[in-house]
């Protein structure tokens, strides 16, 4: 993502699982940091109904990455 340096932005997606229970969370990548991540969202539990997942974020360089981090819970995980 082109990011202005300071400015506050909010990231979403809606994600869900095939079946049981999942755990993700969202974080920023900083390219120019050697990949350093530097914001998180909170480690959330995931089911099988569509749910919001949000990480608010002020950039520290002009270009960030936003990872879905799964939480190391095996499952097939369905993102919009």
Do not use: H, M
Request: charged share 15%; aromatic share 12%.
């Amino acid at each position: 993502l082109n990011t202005p340096v300071g400015k506050s932005f909010s990231y979403s997606i809606y994600i869900k699982v095939a079946s049981g229970t999942g755990r993700v969370r969202l974080s920023t990548i900083s390219p120019l940091a050697n990949y350093g991540a530097y914001a998180y969202s909170p480690l959330t539990d995931v089911g099988t109904d569509w749910q919001k997942i949000t990480l608010n974020f002020v950039p520290v360089e002009p270009t960030t990455r936003v990872a879905i981090d799964l939480a190391g819970a095996a499952n097939t995980y369905f993102v919009d």
